[in-house]
């Protein structure tokens, strides 16, 4: 199996979720380009929120950080990730796609799997945790929230995702934390990045060559890739809409 690895580098919020969203619809038309994996980052910071969050929430939670910066909706679930000094992934693959295995909770074991091994390969132990639906934080932050198999180091979470399928296509969105750059206002958000915690910096350009290593040894050929001039085109038109939220609140 062949898997296209895209990194877009730094851009705004919005467009960031266009482009995610354009890959999902880019891959119901032509399913044999995918699955693709893409690499990202936050310029300026924003946060995101899950599909189902309320707006409302997020203001009173961070009332300092509202009016200074870009809050966006994801198409996934999952809780706000304020995204300051993370490197953020989305995995797009039809239904019918083996790379996620049979179900959702098999999607989010492997990539975790993939990350897992990534980072051992860069000398930092991270442990896979297996929490019971009853179980579950409720935090509103992503990062002050356990879910099943998302990664730990000394009982901080470092990697958070969320999915969606829509149409036969499995999107499924996550954040890496690298480095915590600003304390949040409320610890419903800690957040701890990488770097502090095994004491050294970790560059984005590290997490990915290992990511691909990582995939390599499961027998799955990660090819370099680049977004097509329709994806980017598609990404364009569907910024406004995520713009919308922002603009009407």
């Known amino acids: ?19 995610d969203e354009a890959l999902l619809l880019g891959c119901k038309k032509q399913p044999q380009k995918f699955p693709t994996l893409r690499f990202y980052t936050f310029s300026p910071s924003a946060i995101t929120i899950g599909r189902f969050q309320s707006f409302e929430n997020i203001r009173k939670e961070q009332a300092c950080l509202f ?11 999952g809780r706000a990730v304020f995204h300051n000094g993370d ?5 797009v693959a039809s239904t019918d796609n083996t790379f996620f295995g049979s179900n959702v909770f098999e999607g989010y ?3 975790s799997l993939i990350f897992r091994d990534a980072l051992q390969f860069l000398g930092i132990k ?6 019971k639906s009853s179980e579950y934080q409720k935090n509103i932050g992503c990062f002050s929230s356990l879910s099943r198999y998302e990664l730990q180091i000394n009982n901080n979470k470092i990697l958070g995702s969320a999915q969606r399928v829509k149409d036969e296509v499995i999107l499924q969105q996550g954040s890496l934390m690298l480095n915590a750059k600003c304390e ?15 004491g050294r910096e ?11 290593e990582s995939i390599n040894n499961m027998e799955i050929k990660a090819e370099q890739g680049i977004l097509t001039s329709e994806e980017k085109d598609l990404a364009n038109k569907l910024v406004p809409k995520y713009q919308k939220e922002m603009i009407d609140r």
């Open 67 to 77: 009016s200074t910066i870009d809050i966006v909706r994801r198409i996934t679930g």
């Open 184 to 198: 949040m206002q409320n610890t419903k958000w800690e957040q701890v990045g990488l770097s502090q915690i095994v």
């Open 202 to 212: 970790i560059k984005r350009e590290e997490i990915i060559s290992a990511v691909k």
């Open 126 to 131: 991270a442990e896979l945790v297996k929490v």
């Open 109 to 111: 074991k492997k990539v």
């Open 1 to 19: 199996m062949n898997l296209r690895v895209i990194d877009t580098g730094a851009n705004n919020g919005f467009y960031n979720m266009a482009v």
């Open 87 to 91: 490197i953020t992934y989305s995995l």
